[in-house]
């Protein structure tokens, strides 16, 4: 693996996922912790030219008032989950990644997300302006840091869905005429995909909000020639839906019903409390299974803040499902998994392989990584084990095709 | 689906399995129930010239003194898991069945399948003759019948295992003399395998019985040009082992400790009370999870026979693994399934989908079928995608390739 | 047991439950059925002279167009749970109930619970007239049926909460001057016990509907001379919290979370999918915790309709718990029932219990029938097994002192 | 709380119970942590006279190579349970603790613990002599200290059970007799418990070893004018067992079977691996079951060493139940506790309660504490509710009448 010196750029750069992404860099830059999680660490994948961990430097913008090296040391209290001697042995690393952190903008994010603003962060805030400055902040760390390429991804908090999608344009030139235009409210998340992009990074969305999900955004990304890919990272229980729905399927039981109950605490958990924000988060976790299981059975996501469980995810999914002569049977699950550290190696491989793809001249979407996400940007295949075949043959193709690209 | 006069012949023909089987055959015949948990009735295999289900024929050997028409209604009862109305409406076809019906052989059954069998049942029949008498029952049934071809399937109670399958002659012949020699005991699910095959019908080992698997019965299938495939089918918990397995390894999560307890309390789960039986059971059951998952975690298999609970099976099991930073996680599920309900339909989907490879031409062992069972014949792979990606492939090659074969 | 002529009125009795009442009471009365789920049938309290099975007869008002021997055979079918045998044993006598059953009233019903309603239920049936009607009904039951005593039960559909509770005067003579003012709307709960007491029943309000809990109601029971409980029966998922709950708290395990949801699909199910329904249940099921847990855990109750599973309840609960060194730890559990075969045994169970209350002279509230509720009517105490307690205690004073009452 | 000197001398004093107790008891001391999981601190308790946290001195026996610091020091690892500021700050106690450890003996202790000795440990020493050695032990301890009083506890590693229990004579001086006979071996715990008496202290039989349960070693308590009890702290599945089983059995529902699983991964689980010794922690964990449910299930119980686990243990148990009609139900739970953070606050407990016992002239066994121990001595009442009645009533009359005892 070569040095490349490529940036990753966090929005949400202080949140639970960014916190655990910047320690376990840290971590793997330094050979201090096992490669566990990380598909990128796998055969075949090893045999790909990914850049190196100690290759890669990290920046974000966030709208609280908290710090990497703060939230690392107090996620790494007993009721966390990092281990407290990683954490310090990466104090100076989090500290380098806290001088990188901008602040971020809270236009377009909604009520429950603005409330969590520091004060320093502009209120009132036209668009335009706050895409012009996240994109300043971004060109400049990559020139700080000299850095070849730089990959955006989106952690920060899920937001509203703005309900009107459907009505944006198809066209980039009339959203960035809309862009000036204060009465046509773009989403943050799509203003950071919209600066990320203008940066010449590559964006990845982490999250269920719209990023750069509506066409004309995907319009721009082709227009700068880059790469993005969303959305919603695929962590715990839908991943464990796009697994076991397709045994159900292949086996012809009928699912009837499928619940799916979550319960955790976390920061996550007190924005998602808020029903309109609520409301995008489960979609993503839901609509997948009505395009695995041909009967559509009935399907029912709940999504709950229960403070001691903190960053402790609990998913309990019951699933009713009838096979021969029409018996009825019952599967039930209890996924107990703790959502950053599940999500923070994700991270890592998206933006490993996305570096990989833009080396190899892949430009628009990636659908060669829908295994990462619970609806994936132009894919509609949701069986896990089909997206992974996705990347394993890209991988394998890449390798046949491409030695002297770089 | 052409009309074609093909056999089923059933090992253990009163059993739980098999009498799900012939009242499901004989509700699809009459277009009565919905074609619930048979894979043979998905797209694509609905494309291929599958015999129909009016045109399939069951006989068999039993040990007890039961009947399959008397099984049938037991297992109508409030505490069973057959529709009553169906069993009524199914009763002149299972007592044609039940004429169809001989006695077994308990030689080479091991001591607790022994007291199972009803006085009728020859005690010390050498095993040459118990073979010659099973393999004449057979032809019987198939010059009877008029049948184009029959398919043996093994559904009898689990054997201990004989423990020197490996000092086995590996050809043919050498078996063949062994036979006369009562110093020599093979299996009956061995005696059954070679019976059935003289008699010129493929063998399917549904159980983890020796059956055909030992290379001289392999031998004997090649030389007569038959089929047979086994072993174990994989209706439960070892079918969640091999979808959740593959999840794990290809998200580098590193499972640490995988404990599977079972607990029902049918007349199979009083055979495997006995310690010698079971010991053959929990090998099938634990064995595939160390193939897929590279780390090899500690594993634990419990079956225990609970009266209470008749037909249906409860599985705990509990997934202990690592993600980032060695941080540990618990997956749990429980498995309430009624295996009879699960098992007929994959018994009708290899009878159907062996007598398609027959006409096809194939001879030997059928990988392609490596899907239904938890210790396939001839087989590494144990993921159940990629051996279900296996029989789709070997579906819609056939289809391209063998138009003129029948 | 003596017979004694005492009737059962049954408010929804084409309702799961009463049907079930109905269905155990033909079977009891013919010495048909085992006596599990009976508290009554057990020692010490069969030393009581409680009514016989075959001395109580039922009768009531239902407001669908539906029968309580239609209902029966539709649980007697593979997805419900009655034993199909049993049910047309009871044949007779369940023709005769339904001959015995009257249009109830959907006053103060609710909407949700109006759509439910046959054409032939009056429409916008003025309250007093109602309740005159309703009173007239169980005074002709008593007569035509020359029973000693009748004692009416509540199992209808859980009615929206009318919020204003708190402000009905205290005093009988002030709700009776309502009744004449439309404009003062009670539930129908509540009109339903009004003229229960007045034709001189005992009042159970085995729903966490309104009923008799008002303090006029009470004072109406004192002026009759009559007894009432409530409210809504304890049957599952809310036993197993009055009885784990103080476990924690003797132990000393501080409880921080509660989590509980509740999934089935019967008609209760539908009614409570109307959110003001809902909002009754869920302040029932969940009240308690904080009543037996000092420190007053986060707690969550969900009930949801999921149509597939039908009369069978499921609940997953998960208790998130502190022990010494403040370490947490967790129980969970899943409590697979079928409602109505839990409640139809407290039905009978309080009937009983409260005819002989009646005969030992008791009036008012009947604290001692605590352990058959969530919401005992003036009991603070809500552990099971102190509220159980309080039934022995009862049971044998009455013994000692109270031999020739009747 | 008046300070009273009280030592606690604990068998298996640096296993992960007694480490626990003793951090938890530094912690208590100063002031440190909250009073969690202990009964003793809960009212009305706390208005007993017991003796205060800071005047409890440890000492105890251990057969390892380890120390109380370093197992502390190790349980506060990422993969433990103990807060690490917590162990450090009790470093001093901890250090003062490891001084007064004394080497135990293996003579009786079977093979399975024989292999945990260190070198140090005597190897084949003679019963009597082990006994005298341990006795002077405890008197130097209580000397050395100053102690007022001393409460032994056995909290070592289950032993095999002898079998021959039922054998032993039942007065003192016979069993004193065949001290000195090298053909009658009696279990390390009988030893300890016999030299804790004889040097005047209380003996607490935390574990289901044999210890004092003999009928001899109760006259032995009673000639000395000392007290016991046990056996076997119950901590976790067994106590849920026996808050539950009395639930079933006062609504009349028909426990069929019930279902334990148990795994865990600690030292306690390596010794239980070796089937005799888990057969004694077996029988403690299920005999209660038919005590509690008159039908008498059909149960089992089983103990997996699952080395991931660590000290967590995980049970499920599976409850199969019969209602009203016979209608089958299901109860499964999941219990997720760490025993030694459940078991040290008893041990705590246990020792002020036997204080206070002495303190009030009790004798013998104290059949108040049963709530305490899976299989209390003298005490047929196995439903927690009523054995913690049990210890409220003592609590309370010893208020009353006990006011100038000391």
Chains 1, 2, 3, 4 share one sequence.
């Not at 890919?229 to 009928?254: Q, W, Y």
Request: aromatic share 6%; with cysteine.
């Amino acid at each position: 693996m070569a040095k490349r010196n490529i940036g990753i750029w966090l929005f949400g750069a202080a949140g639970s996922v960014a916190t655990t992404t910047a320690v376990a860099l840290g971590s793997l830059a330094a050979g201090r912790s096992p490669r566990m999680g990380l598909t990128s660490e796998l055969e075949p994948f090893t045999r790909l030219d990914l850049p190196a961990w100690d290759a890669i430097t990290v920046g974000g913008h966030e709208i609280r008032e908290v710090t990497v090296s703060g939230e690392a040391r107090r996620l790494a209290q007993p009721e966390g989950f990092l281990p407290a001697e990683l954490v310090e042995a990466c104090g100076e690393q989090l500290a380098a990644i806290d001088r990188r952190v901008r602040p971020g903008t809270i236009t377009g994010a909604g009520a429950t997300i603005a409330r969590l603003a520091a004060p320093s962060i502009p209120k009132d805030e036209p668009q335009a302006e706050a895409c012009r400055r996240i994109q300043a902040d971004i060109e400049r760390f990559a020139d700080d840091e000299r850095l070849k390429h730089v990959v955006a991804v989106n952690v920060a908090s899920t937001e509203p869905s703005i309900g009107s999608e459907r009505l944006l344009p198809a066209d980039w030139p009339s959203i960035e005429r809309r862009l000036e235009d204060p009465t046509c409210q773009l989403p943050a998340s799509t203003l950071y995909a919209i600066a990320a992009l203008r940066a010449g990074a590559d964006f990845i969305n982490f999250t269920p909000s719209l990023g750069s999900q509506p066409p004309a955004i995907d319009d721009l990304v082709r227009r700068q020639g880059l790469r993005h890919m969303g959305c919603d990272g695929k962590t715990g229980e839908t991943l464990m839906k796009s697994v076991l729905a397709p045994m159900f399927a292949r086996r012809n039981l009928e699912v009837m019903s499928w619940v799916g109950h979550n319960i955790f605490g976390n920061l996550d958990g007190r924005v998602l409390d808020d029903p309109t924000n609520k409301a995008t988060k489960v979609h993503s976790k839901d609509h997948l299974l009505s395009q695995m299981l041909p009967n559509r059975p009935q399907t029912h996501v709940s999504i709950e803040l229960i403070e001691s469980l903190g960053e402790w995810k609990t998913a309990w999914d019951h699933i009713h499902f009838r096979g021969l002569l029409g018996v009825p049977m019952t599967l039930q699950f209890t996924w107990q998994g703790c959502d950053s550290i599940l999500a923070a190696p994700l991270v890592l491989d998206l933006v490993r392989f996305t570096d990989l793809a833009r080396r190899r001249g892949h430009v628009g979407q990636m659908p060669f990584l829908a295994s990462f996400f619970k609806s994936p940007y132009g894919v509609d295949e949701q069986a896990f084990d089909r997206q992974f075949t996705m990347l394993e043959r890209w991988a394998s193709k890449g390798q046949q095709t491409m030695s002297s690209e770089e």
